[in-house]
């Protein structure tokens, strides 16, 4: 079969419209994006839409108030630590074998309460020893006063010689320090025996037992060798608070109080590290006599009651001390008050509904409210709620308001 040959195919060259319609539509799709970016924007840009779009989108509601004004006194605030009054190391003046323990670990007790019992048979045994020693010597003066009364009665009737009296004389002096030494012996083993019954000095909690019953317990009268630690008792009512000033706050501190013309208690509100309110007072007692010089601080303490015993010693509270008397001043609540970069600033709203911030100088926080230490004025409307949504230099909706006053729930804020 004759096979007919076929030639290539030869691929024909594109047309020219072929080639062209893949570069035009980048342009055409470039044009219609512009096309439809300019119609957005000519169809909302407010210049085109007129007064009317304007009025679609009125001023945004604020509340506002006047700021409140009280008499505050000026205060400075500090952390603190509270401690015990009181704490003692419980070691025994007397040794031997550990019998009894009369509480339980953490408790609180009572001074005077019964803690531990050491074994006080060993005192015992002495003070019975000591006891026959005083009958004895006792036995010996009675004996040694007849004889010197006969020797005595001799010498008068020349029977008896002069160092026969002397003797006898001697015979009762030694016996009368055979009474003494006994009695001293006495009072000793009572000593010890009472000592084995160790008792709390004060009120307070004690912490956990280091020994156990059956223990040896190493104990001396002038610490004068190693004693056994039994447990720590701390004092809880009252209890210290102490904290440390600045340089620049003791300085605030001093010249405010030397300038009064009259004593300022030395009342300090008190806050717990879990509590928003300063709800408990104590009284500053103690300001050191000197800055420590690695710190730069002086150390000072407070005095705090604690009936109910919940402070602890070793925890942590917010103080607040009052250096100056009760002054007038603005308050306004703490969300009101926004802090731009290095400064405070408290928006307010003028007489035609514009935003004016105004910057201020701040003070402490009393219940939820800031004070004010200039910077504001009395008639100032300030924004209280709303703040998000009020622009420096737009417009707004005021709407009176009032702050609430919480600084008097309880006093101090």
Aim: charged share 20%; glycine share 8%; with cysteine.
């Amino acid at each position: 079969m004759n096979e007919i040959s076929r030639l290539p195919e030869v691929e024909e060259p594109p047309s020219s419209s072929a080639v062209e319609r893949p570069k035009r539509w980048p342009w055409v799709a470039g044009v219609a994006a512009t096309a439809l970016a300019a119609a957005g924007w000519f169809g909302f840009s407010p210049r085109d839409s007129g007064p009317a779009a304007q009025a679609a989108v009125p001023p945004a509601p604020v509340t506002v108030s006047r700021p409140i004004e009280r008499d505050v006194d000026t205060q400075i605030g500090f952390l603190g630590q509270f401690s015990a009054v009181d704490r003692v190391e419980l070691r025994a003046q007397v040794g031997g074998t550990l019998a009894e323990i009369h509480f339980e670990d953490g408790q609180i007790v009572r001074k005077g309460d019964l803690l531990f019992v050491i074994d006080p048979s060993p005192y015992e045994i002495r003070l019975a020893q000591a006891t026959a020693q005083l009958a004895a010597a006792e036995s010996r003066l009675t004996l040694a006063n007849s004889q010197l009364y006969r020797a005595q009665a001799l010498k008068r009737t020349d029977f008896g010689t002069a160092e026969n009296v002397d003797q006898r004389t001697a015979d009762v002096g030694a016996a009368q320090a055979a009474i003494d030494d006994a009695k001293a012996q006495i009072r000793d083993a009572q000593f010890d025996i009472e000592h084995c019954r160790i008792i709390a000095p004060f009120s307070g909690r004690i912490g956990a037992h280091q020994v156990s019953i059956g223990s040896l317990v190493a104990g001396s009268r002038f610490a004068s060798s190693p004693t056994t630690l039994l447990a720590t008792l701390v004092s809880l009512d009252p209890i210290h608070l102490d904290f440390d000033m600045s340089e620049s706050d003791f300085l605030t501190f001093s010249r405010q109080r030397a300038g009064l013309a009259a004593p300022l208690a030395d009342k300090v509100d008190i806050s717990l590290s879990d509590e928003t309110r300063f709800t408990r007072q104590g009284t500053l007692e103690f300001v050191d006599n000197a800055l420590d010089r690695s710190s730069g601080t002086i150390h000072a303490r407070a005095l705090v009651s604690n009936p109910d015993l919940f402070l602890t010693p070793g925890a942590f509270a917010r103080l607040r001390l009052a250096v100056a008397p009760p002054a007038p001043a603005l308050m306004v609540p703490d969300t009101a008050v926004l802090l731009d970069q290095s400064q405070h600033v408290v928006m307010t709203v003028a007489a035609d509904g514009t935003v004016v911030p105004k910057p201020v100088e701040t003070g402490d926080l009393r219940g939820g409210l800031r004070v004010i230490r200039s910077g504001l004025a009395p008639d100032d409307r300030v924004i209280i709620d709303g703040i998000v949504r009020a622009v420096p230099g737009g417009k707004v909706a005021p709407q009176d308001g009032a702050i609430a006053d919480s600084t008097a729930a309880d006093g101090r804020g």
